[in-house]
């Protein structure tokens, strides 16, 4: 099945999300407890952050501020791409029980469908401390503001969501062959907005050229945020890589699409 063209597609998104808020809100205190629930669960990291610095004036050369704006637009792009597409990690679920193929037979996107899936207004919830504790780094930080820069925070955090969003789909499409690979996913989804929330100086010089090569969760914002802090590459990469990260979000998000769509056509059913 072809999948519709993206106008439309969004305007369906919209709809059946909105679908799903409708009737979370028939019951509007518990969706309101839920969306608390999901901002204090999401808040502990940054609460962790502080607590080591609690313990130590700087982790891996970055003072509270760099890690904090680490944190914040990591968490912010995370809390962006979760909204929209975290749901397709229950593809292999679909696969499983042989649901997906009442979703091939609707004239919808079977992407939009699973994406809007169970959409709850407490996924909003993830995005309060994101952007709170962002602005609180904000603030701390002690660089010269250059348009360049100003302009880098926005790019970077949109950025970053279409690279994860890029995860999101690409592990999702492992799922129709693999189809028990759940736990794997998150590794890469979950896993990599862990990772991204420190400085790469912390870990292993090979983790950090996997996740720059390989999976490249270093341009959700390492390697901007290499550029707003003025500090310099541990790899020794170019300049320019500072600023790779919409070219490298298109190239995930495509490769992605290209996966997806070899999914569709190779899936068989049931067991395929």
């Known amino acids: 099945m072809a999948e519709p063209a993206a106008p439309g597609a969004l305007r369906v998104y919209g709809l059946l999300a909105w679908t799903w808020i409708r009737a979370a809100a ?23 952050i502080m ?11 970055f003072g509270v501020s760099e890690v904090l ?24 679920a679909h696969v499983r029980e042989g649901s997906l ?3 091939l037979v609707r004239p919808v996107s079977p992407l939009v469908q699973i994406a809007t899936e169970g959409f709850t207004p407490r996924r909003l919830g993830k995005l309060v401390p ?8 904000l603030s701390g930080l002690e660089v010269h503001w250059t348009p360049g820069r100003l302009v880098m925070i926005p790019v970077m955090v949109l950025s970053g969501g279409a690279i994860f969003g890029g995860l999101w789909v690409l592990t999702a499409a492992m799922q129709f062959v693999l189809v028990d690979s759940h736990g794997a ?12 929330q420190y400085p790469l100086t912390v870990f292993a010089r090979d983790l950090v050229r996997g996740v720059t090569f ?5 341009f959700v914002n390492w390697q901007p945020a290499l550029y707003v802090l003025d500090r310099p590459d541990p ?13 490298v979000a298109a190239a995930l998000c495509a490769a992605a699409a290209t996966a997806w769509r070899a999914g569709l056509r190779h899936y068989r059913s049931t067991g395929s």
């Open 101 to 103: 193929d009442a979703m």
């Open 235 to 247: 790899l020794g990469l170019p300049g320019a890589a500072r600023f790779a990260s919409p070219a």
């Open 185 to 196: 996913s998150k590794s890469l989804t979950y896993g990599g907005a862990f990772l991204t």
């Open 130 to 137: 994101a952007v709170l504790v962002l602005g609180y780094a």
């Open 26 to 48: 028939q019951y509007p205190v518990s969706m309101v407890l839920l969306g608390l629930a999901t901002a204090v669960v999401s808040v502990l990291d940054a609460a962790a």
């Open 51 to 61: 607590v080591l610095f609690s313990r130590a004036p700087r982790i891996a050369g």
């Open 69 to 92: 704006f680490l944190y914040g637009t990591s968490a912010l792009s995370f809390a962006l791409s979760d909204i929209v597409l975290g749901s397709t990690e229950r593809l292999g």
């Open 214 to 218: 390989v999976v490249p969760l270093a």
